[in-house]
T-cell receptor, first 115, second 114 residues
Framework: DAGITQSPRHKVTETGTPVTLRCHQT?????MYWYRQDPGHGLRLIHY???????DKGEVSDGYSVSRSKTEDFLLTLESATSSQTSVYFC??????????????FGPGTRLTVL | KQEVTQIPAALSVPEGENLVLNCSFT??????LQWFRQDPGKGLTSLLL?????REQTSGRLNASLDKSSGRSTLYIAASQPGDSATYLC?????????????FGPGTRLSVLP
């Protein structure tokens, strides 16, 4: 499996506070993604990046921002956390070359609780 | 709207049975399709990736097929084992753009009983 780590793995925070989640990959993948997973909704794309400093919005981007200053790191920021953002957040990445063309690999997830 | 559905939502089988999980998608113009498994409280593990030009992929006891014209993919698991118990998700990439528009199905929760 690709080397993708997420930090923190668990976080409890209060409504209105900013939160930053980090995704780090060691595969030199160009593309990186942030998803949230909720019961009844499955996995939904928040933001994605197609290169350093190149990002775009996904299906559920409101209240979230991202940054990518290095190939290996993709940060997700909740500007002012709300209870509706309580979820499990997954990072994913993939390349576009080789035998695993476009195969997405996932991190272990971050469980975020907003009180 | 591009959608992915999976049937059944849950499945329980005795150990040793062969089984089929289904994935349907609304747009035949897909780029590729990927099957994952997810264990409770864990991330997603990639099982098989099928490019749009391929009809099937195999890995061990797993075989995934793709029929773009009918908007369907199946994941066949041979000789199921209790360790196969997990949720299986399919993800479809629609189109070919920077967004690599991955759309996930809701998953099929599989229980293999010893």
């Amino acid at each position: 499996d690709a080397g993708i780590t997420q930090s923190p793995r668990h976080k409890v925070t209060e409504t209105g506070t900013p939160v930053t989640l980090r995704c780090h990959q060691t595969e030199n993948h160009r593309y990186m993604y942030w998803y949230r997973q909720d019961p009844g909704h499955g996995l939904r794309l928040i933001h994605y990046s197609y290169g350093v400093k190149d990002t775009d919005k996904g299906e559920v981007s409101d209240g979230y921002s991202v940054s990518r200053s290095k190939t290996e790191d993709f940060l997700l920021t909740l500007e002012s956390a709300t209870s509706s953002q309580t979820s499990v957040y997954f990072c994913a990445s993939h390349s576009r070359g080789g035998t695993s063309y476009n195969e997405q690999f996932f991190g272990p997830g971050t469980r975020l609780t907003v009180l | 709207k591009q959608e992915v559905t999976q049937i059944p939502a849950a499945l329980s089988v005795p150990e040793g049975e062969n089984l089929v999980l289904n994935c349907s998608f609304t747009d035949s113009a897909i780029y590729n399709l990927q099957w994952f498994r997810q264990d409770p409280g864990k991330g997603l593990t990639s099982l098989l990736l099928i490019q749009s030009s391929q009809r099937e992929q195999t890995s061990g006891r797993l075989n995934a097929s793709l029929d773009k014209s009918s908007g369907r993919s199946t994941l066949y698991i041979a000789a199921s084992q209790p360790g196969d118990s997990a949720t299986y998700l399919c993800a479809v990439v629609f189109g070919d753009n920077y967004g690599q528009n991955f759309v996930f199905g809701p998953g099929t929760r599989l229980s293999v009983l010893p």
